[in-house]
Every structure is written in C-alpha cells, then in structure tokens.
C-alpha cells in the first residue's frame, strides 16, 4: 500500500505539516502523532495521538487506504483530531472523546494531579473516600481519580445529557462501574439532597472560564467545533465559579477540599472571592510551566 512506502508516508507527513494548523492546548498532536492516529483509526484500532506513536501500524487495504484519505480529509477541514480517532489520552488512561464534550487537554493534568495528590492522602484518613466531579464532561478528570485511587466512590455530574452519556460509555470502557457514576445535573444540583449534604471528601470542577466575548474569538477548532457550553464562563468569565463557590461547602464534609482549574489571569481574585465567602482555609495554587496560576485547591473549615 503507498502509505506503507517511505517516500509517499513522508510526503504526507510535509503536506499535514503545512496544512494544518496544530494548536497549543493540544501538544501532543504533531504531524506525525496525527497521521499515526488516523492511520490507526482506518485500520479499526482508535487509540490517542499519544499511543499512536507508540502503536506499530498495520498495513491498510484499500479499502482502509481510501478511509485513510477520508479522515485527513476532514482533518484538514478542522475538524478535531480527538473527534476523528475517537481517542484521547489522559493521566495515561484512553479515554473515548467525541463532539458531545470538551476534549480533555493537557493543561487539566494540573487540575487532575492535585487532585489526586490531596485523594491520596485522603484515603490514608477514610476507607472509601467520596469524590464529586462537576462539570465532568468525558469524564476525565474523576474517571481518572477513580482509576488511580481504586478505594474511592467517584460521582461526576455535567449539564449537558451528551457529556454525561459520553462519561457514562467512559466509564464502562475503563471498567470503573463499580466505584463510578454519571447523573445529569446543574452544578451541584443532581447532589443537592439531605443524604449527600457533608458527604463529600474532594469536590472537583473543570467549570467554565472563558469570557462570553472571549469564546467568540478563540480558534474556530474550539469555537466551532467543541460545545460552547464547555467554554462559556458568562461576561467576565467567572459565574460557574463563583457559583461553586456557594454551593461546594454544603455537599463537602468539614475539612473536605475543593479543587477547581481557571483561566490564566483568574488566580489572584478567585483566591480573594474565596476569602471573602469565610468557608474555607488553606487555599493553595498550582501553576503552569509559565508561572501562572491554573489551579486552586481551598479546604472547607472544620
């Protein structure tokens, strides 16, 4: 098959590398990884940018071939290349992703790291630790925590039924059905009931941040092609968050941990709006390799 050749794999790879536009939040997606994954997916084996170049490719038919030259089509056209494999990678784990949520993206490793950093020590004081993870999307964030921390009772709740249902194919495509669940809910809401009231010991959220102005001007990969509802934070780009804010100290149990992801720039007022609700402590951040703050963790006061 001419794919297979190494003249014409690498004219490919020259003419991805001109066409296509490989944005930042996305680093592991390179010309390569991108043909590697595509290539992949003709040959009915979906897997993430990330274990596509550790993933030998078969040789296609022709029929894959022409399947091939579909997909690199539409990639071309901007669609999303987590949309076309069906596979993205995060925390190590392949999780199904498609335009129903947000991919997952790198950067919430931050948000998944600390998150896991406090679970832990929080399994060394409780035997089944409770984890609520709002706007879960695929669930990748609290799938994740479920999965590298198997004690644990993970609940992931999203607004939107398509994430949710994605989540739900998550979780049983990471055999996590047993200590994992997805319920439609507004923020908190699906949870807001006397039996899960201080019942939470970590309370994870990838809310919304961007401005309403803002989602407008990003790359028309996102804006056009990944759910608005994912992005939008309202006119200054912080209402989820404040909202959770509001609503996390009534579901977490005393000395429980919020930990949240924001936008670049959002770290110094999200910590003072944090101060001033008088609910929590020991608020520490996490910052990106640019010295930014990402991530803050607040603990609920005893």
Same mark, same amino acid.
């Given at each position: ?7 014409p794999y690498a004219r490919v790879m020259e003419d991805l590398s001109t066409t296509l536009h490989f944005l930042s939040d996305k680093p592991e997606e390179t010309p390569e990884s991108t043909l590697r994954a595509l290539w992949l997916k003709a040959a009915g084996t979906p897997v993430?940018?990330?274990? #596509? ?10 029929? /894959? ?46 948000? #998944?790291?600390? #998150?896991l950093e406090l679970l832990q020590f929080l399994a060394g004081q409780y035997s089944r630790p409770k984890v609520l993870d709002l706007c879960c999307g695929s669930g990748n ?31 049983? /495509? ?12 507004? =923020?908190?809401? #699906?949870?807001? =009931? ?8 970590? =309370? ?91 991530? =803050?963790?607040? /603990?609920?006061?005893?």
């Amino acid at each position: 098959m001419y794919l297979l050749e190494p003249s014409p794999y690498a004219r490919v790879m020259e003419d991805l590398s001109t066409t296509l536009h490989f944005l930042s939040d996305k680093p592991e997606e390179t010309p390569e990884s991108t043909l590697r994954a595509l290539w992949l997916k003709a040959a009915g084996t979906p897997v993430s940018a990330e274990k #596509a170049m550790q993933t030998p490719l078969p040789q296609l038919t022709a029929q /894959q071939e022409l399947f091939l030259q579909q997909l690199i089509n539409q990639r071309k056209q901007g669609v999303p290349l987590g949309h076309l494999s069906g596979r993205q990678s995060f925390m190590g784990l392949e999780f199904c992703t498609d335009s129903r949520a947000l991919l997952p993206r790198k950067e919430t490793e931050l948000l #998944a790291t600390k #998150a896991l950093e406090l679970l832990q020590f929080l399994a060394g004081q409780y035997s089944r630790p409770k984890v609520l993870d709002l706007c879960c999307g695929s669930g990748n964030v609290g799938l994740s925590l479920a999965a590298h921390q198997s004690s644990c009772r993970v609940y992931c709740g999203d607004l939107s039924p398509e994430a949710v249902e994605l989540c739900r194919e998550n979780i049983v /495509q990471l055999g996590l059905s047993e200590r994992a669940e997805a319920r439609v809910s507004d =923020l908190g809401a #699906a949870w807001d =009931l006397p039996e899960y009231h201080n019942s939470f010991h970590l =309370l994870t959220c990838n809310p919304p941040y961007i401005t309403s102005s803002g989602v407008d001007r990003m790359d028309a990969e996102i804006a056009h092609k990944e759910p608005r509802l994912a992005f939008d934070g309202g006119m200054l780009g912080i209402n989820i968050m404040k909202k959770l804010l509001h609503e996390a100290p009534r579901l977490l149990v005393p000395k429980g941990w919020l930990v949240f992801e924001l936008g670049a720039g959002q770290g110094p007022f999200m910590q003072q709006l944090i101060d001033k609700t008088g609910h929590y402590h020991n608020t520490q951040s996490v910052c990106d390799a640019a010295g930014t703050i990402r991530v =803050l963790a607040t /603990q609920k006061k005893a």
